[in-house]
């Protein structure tokens, strides 16, 4: 074959692989047999081992259709390889031996003069055609057209030997093969699917109907329509085994995606790295992250640094820049939803909203009570009901056939199905099974007694008293496949059975309980139905399951090598399904560990089933240190996400659990997460301050690493901080210091912030701007996190009064908001960066003039919408006093940040952002002066000074003294507005506050502010 010489070995592999498989799944329909492979060709059977009366008109009509996939995929080639792919096929049928030759799994096989002959037939052939001997064409009938007699002769023989071309196959009288036969009363949802995929508008639509109601069915048709249009289909199917494996789907789709099935690690990696090759915007480190989600990255390549949670956003960038630069358009299909597990979903639903309507759309399909985001994402749903009346009868009638003794049978099958077209075809197969009908799709008669048809009311009952009637190793294989997932392949069926033989499979490919959706390099299988699959995993012994299940994750563990970090949380889950909770254990916390760095809410899974499972194992044995850990890392991770209604609980769990232990280290870090999570998501400072010192003394009874060092005492150092003990906080800080050279920026960034404005406020400005800097600069090296901190620090000083925006800050504020929108905003942590960076962004806009407020205004919602303006809303004190500006004063705004003022002021809750706070609300009192207005204004204000007097801190006295000169100014109490000014003007002098500096000239100039 030249098409060997003309292509790299790789390519020529996987076109050999294509097009065998395909040709081996049409021998297969037609219930012949694939004896064997050659390398660059097949030799299939018909006939034997199952006896066919009609053996030789299947293998023409099989061979026709070869021919015609054989086409299509040249035309595929030629687009690709500019190379003609061109197909022979002879056929022959005579008396042959066959058995078993030897003892391998494998030994059936054929031997005889016949066969050589068909060998024959086939080098005679014409390219693209199909030669058959004389005794094949007379075999066939009447229905196989063929061309005149022709005399061949052949190598080896003496004479010419008469042979036909085969021309084709009367699709009439066509064999009805496993196929699916007509598609019944869809027209509408065919037509509607179609229409929307025509008009290229939406890019997000949904399927949605009972099991066995025809949802894959319609995605089949829907499939053969898409590439009828010459667009492409990726097809992801979630499984349910893997529903808890976090981004399981997820991979499966970017395999599918950049069509790496079959390949190995290397020509995986080239695979991708053509595939993105000229697709603007990726770049190296993008192509890494795709690697490295698949473990498919180069062992010496270390894993990308970038911030392990925005992952997530860029894999999206990536999914979505190569789907919509694609030439053809492409379908993404996910299968079975109900059964996706969430970290992919979401990862599905944010690449479902970024893609072009003209170049892809992407349809899911679930069982109804699905309800999670790719579901929520989908601008359109197509719902399937049960097949009418009407429909079913003609699917029962087609799938029945004519014959004379079944015609009553259709409708009886048909109203017992109550219009699930699984279910019709699950009782016709049962009839079968039991010996009541006879023959095959559309052509059955009935042998059995008519009285036999009760029907089983469920589907699931019919499955069942199907794989009842298996042959032991028949079910044995059955039950095995379940317990791997909907697919298999015989490698990994022989890991849990290592005598299993294709010839079992084969025979449970012919009762349609599965399906051989791969022949070459491997066989591999799927159940016909996802329900087959689960009725025969709940059917079998629990112990026999659990057993599958160990050997199962033995071998998983044992194959994946460097990969089984990818695969360790499908291990824990079969570890946990055959009752090994220790082992499950293990792995649930090696699959976090792993996904830590990638995805915080699917670690974040694996630990809270971590903790699940070693709540059930024996305390003794180390079962409390197990208890422990999953605890710790949950409890220190609970912030970044946001907190949740069980972080509290599991905390004091981790509180109750460590009392006794001596390793204070799990306890030190849940506390560190904990005292986080009450500052960003709670706003409770004091709560966390009280937590810090508990923390603080902890801290000298650990041993732990410079990073696990420096974890805690910034959440120390953060809630000193917050509550205003400045002096507390900077000693904290230069403990974390201390630690020395093992410290990265993203250690020291923050604490680098903090102390800069800690000093400013103190007086000391020149050396607290150094150390902003050293915090901008520490931010820079690490991530646009840290750097999106540092500059908010910074501009902090402005909302203090201490700072006025100048070009640089201008600058710095537009760079670290670039770099934070470019680092993806779909993952927890970057968003939280990106808060973070628009707030500072707004706030140094809207100070440094009227011009661009509106846009200050609208970053600094967005920064809101996050919810985290938790230090008693100096966002939405920043609106209100933009709008003030303007002149127009949101009631709802005063009102909301009055409660939040004095619910603050009542609990004590004064943290270092309230005074700004409250100082811009009493102005909005002041300024709506409605008949409460003032009365609360000299509330707040006295509340504020008492609060800030206890504190003793200079800087904060500032706020209190403001709210007292606009008070005296109201009031016309010119005596103590003259005290009042005098002494904020020292206060500000003394500490170089250039910003209530100016406060002072505009006070004084005006005799108001
Ligand atoms: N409208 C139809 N006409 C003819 N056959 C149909 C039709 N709908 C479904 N079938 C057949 O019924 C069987 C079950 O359908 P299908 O597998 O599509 O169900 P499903 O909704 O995907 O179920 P599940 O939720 O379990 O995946 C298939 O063999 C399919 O070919
Ligand atoms: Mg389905």
Known sequence: MSLAATLEPERFREIMYQLLNRSAAVVQRYSGTVDKFTGDGLMALFGAPVALEDHALRACTAAVEIQSIARALADEVHQRDEVDLQLRIGLNSGDVIAGEMGSGPNSYTVSGHPVGMAQRMESAAQAGGILCSEPTARLAGPSAVFGPVELISVKGGSHPIQARRLQSVESDHLVLGRDDGPLVGRDTEMTHLLSVFDAQQLTAVSIVGDAGVGKSRIIREFTAGVHGRGATTVITRCESHAEHVPLHALSRMLRGLFGLHGLDNLAARARVAERVKGVPGIRHADRQLVLDLLSISDPSALAPAISADSRRARLVGVMARVANTGSSRTAFIVEDLHWIDAASEEVLAAFAAMLAAEHAMLVG??????????????????????????????????????????????????????????????????????????????????????????????????????????????????????????????????????????????????????????????????????????VCYESQLRSTRASLHRRLAISLQQRNGEAAEQDAALIAKHFEAAGELAEAYSWYMRAASWLHKRDDGAARDSWQRARTIADRLPVEEGGTDRRIAPRAQLSFSAWVVGGDDEEENCFDELRALTAKSADKLPMALGMAGRVYSLITNQGRSRDAATLAAELDELYYTIDASAADRAEILTAIALA??????????????????????????????????????????????????????????????????????AVAYWVDLVVFGFELVGDAMMTETARALRLAEEYGDGSEFATYGLSIARWARGTALLNCGPARRSEALELLRLSREFGRDVAVGPIDAQIAAARRWRGDIDDELVDSLKAKVVSGLDAGDFTTYFGYGATELVKLLLARAREDDLKSARRIATQLAAETSAISQPALELWPLLCRIMLTDVEGDTVCHAAALARYRDIAEALDARGHLVTVAKISKAGTS
Do not use: W
């Not at 799709?441 to 009935?446: E, S, T, W």
């Not at 029907?455 to 028949?474: F, G, K, M, Y």
């Not at 904290?732 to 201390?738: A, D, K, V």
């Open 365 to 534: 399909t679930s069982r109804p009570g699905h309800d999670g985001p790719l579901h929520h994402t989908a601008q359109a749903s197509i719902v399937l009901s049960p097949l009418d009346g009407t429909a079913t009868a003609t699917l029962a009638a087609a799938l029945v056939g004519g014959h004379p003794t079944a015609s009553t049978i259709a409708d009886r099958v048909a109203e017992a199905s109550g219009g699930n077209p699984f279910f019709v075809e699950e009782i016709v197969r049962d009839l079968v099974g039991r010996s009541v009908l006879e023959g095959s799709r559309g052509q059955y008669r009935l042998v059995g007694r008519l009285t036999s048809i009760a029907v089983p009311n469920t589907v699931q009952s019919v499955i069942a008293a199907r794989i009842d009637r298996l042959r032991p190793d028949e079910k044995s294989a059955l039950n095995a496949g379940s317990v791997i997932g909907s697919g298999f392949d015989l490698d990994e069926l022989r890991a849990l059975l290592p005598d299993t033989r294709t010839v079992t499979l084969d025979g449970l490919v012919a009762t349609e309980l599965i399906d051989q959706i791969q022949f070459v390099p491997a066989p591999r299988y799927r159940f016909r139905h996802p329900l087959v699959r689960t």
């Open 720 to 789: 000193e901080y917050m509550t205003c003990r400045f002096d507390k906080a900077l000693q904290t800080i230069q403990r974390l210091r201390e630690i020395g050279e093992d410290l990265t920026g993203y250690d020291q960034g923050p604490v680098m912030g903090m102390s800069g404005v800690i000093k400013v406020m103190s007086g000391h400005r020149l050396d607290g701007l150094r150390d902003l800097e050293v915090a901008r600069r520490l931010g820079l090296e690490s991530d646009p996190v840290t750097l999106a901190g």
